[in-house]
Each structure stands twice: as C-alpha cells, then as structure tokens.
Nanobody, 119 residues
C-alpha cells in the first residue's frame, strides 16, 4: 500500500520560507488526491492544500493563499509544499496524506514534520 514520508520541517523566523517534501512509495497515485494538512496543539487538523496527482489541479486554503503552493513531481513520486512569508500561526505538525478521488477521507498518512515559526 501507499507509504508517505515527510521531510523539510524545522525552525524558521517569521517571514522566512520552508519547502516540505513527501516521498511516496508503494503504488501509483493516478487515482489519488494528495494533501498537506496541519495540526497545532489543541487545534483541529486543517487542510492546507491539495492536488490531484494526475492533472495537477490544486486547492489552497484561504489562510495560506498567496503564501503557500502545492506541487508534485510524478517522475520522482514526490509531493511538495512551498511555504513563504511564514507566520507564527503557521506553527504546526504538517502531514502528507492521500485519498482516493471522490473519497470522503484521507486514507494514507505520513508521520508528520514539525514546522515552528518564531516571532
């Protein structure tokens, strides 16, 4: 089955940038939607961005629109989240996840990578 491993998190000052990567293994993603979700302590998990693997059509949450961009490299089976103009409220564990197109829930999850933005 699909396995996801995130990388690229770390500590950054407000206004800085990070690029997260999600390495995918275990199968084709042709029928999947890939997403980046984040969860801060005591907060609900939030969908940050999503992209269809086959067409590359993407959605970005209003809270990060204009600052974050999602992309994928189908040849290397890698999902990216470029994060610019980071704010302290972006601090969270960021998860890579996958769901079937038309599915209700994200089925496969990575273990997450911590992003901490200092003020």
């Amino acid at each position: 089955q699909v396995q996801l491993v995130e990388s690229g998190g770390g500590l950054v000052q407000a206004g800085g940038s990070l690029r997260l990567a999600c390495q995918v293994s275990g199968g084709t993603l042709i029928n999947y939607v890939m997403g980046w979700l984040r969860q801060a302590p005591g907060m609900e998990r939030e969908l940050v961005a999503a992209i269809t693997w086959s067409e590359g059509r993407s959605h970005v949450a209003d809270s990060v629109k204009g600052r974050f961009a999602i992309s994928r490299d189908s040849f290397q089976n890698t999902l990216y989240l470029q994060m610019n103009a980071l704010k302290p409220e972006d601090t969270a564990v960021y998860y890579c996840a996958a769901k079937l197109r038309g599915g209700n829930d994200y089925r496969f999850w990575g273990r997450g990578t911590q992003v901490t933005v200092s003020s």
